[in-house]
């Protein structure tokens, strides 16, 4: 789960909505986001192959990609796991990597975006990636490509002195 929120920068409700037959050989997801808009979203080959070992360690008919193995949802393959599930795995694995950050779903979702911006990627992209309606919207994500864009511009402008 948190491979997969990493490496495509989805929504916490996407991820936990999101079925098996939504991905393809390439690691691209259609998925139906905020809003009801659709878009496609796309998983970094890792990921895939987290995802793929993952699926043949499963015997059960669920639709979905992620599950719960214990709790109520547990036994119904109708249900897929709840935010808080999720949220619960986060902070398992933030405690046991000894992880002293805050971390959420959503700063996961935060990460991805900075990180693509601060490797230099387009923001009109990074908007169509994340499925927002603005680039306003967008924006805030990257404030922290900010810092990593004055450092690059005092570093390879040709008027530096």
Sequence with gaps: ??????????????????RRNQIDHTG?????????????IYLTDRAQKHIHSF??????ESPYLFIAKR??????KAKHISPNYLQAKIKQYRELLQINVPTSAHSLRHGFA???AEQGA????IQILLGHESLETTTRYVHASDRYAEDTHHKFHPLKE
Excluded: V
């Design 55 to 60: 699926l043949t360690l499963r015997d059960d």
């Design 28 to 40: 691209r997801i259609f998925i139906e986001g905020k809003g009801k808009k659709q878009r496609f």
């Design 122 to 125: 387009n923001p009109a992209a």
């Design 1 to 18: 789960m948190l491979e997969t929120l990493f490496a495509s920068g989805m929504r916490i409700s996407e991820l936990i909505n999101l």
């Design 114 to 116: 900075t990180y693509l």
């Design 71 to 76: 709790g109520a949802n547990a036994s119904n």
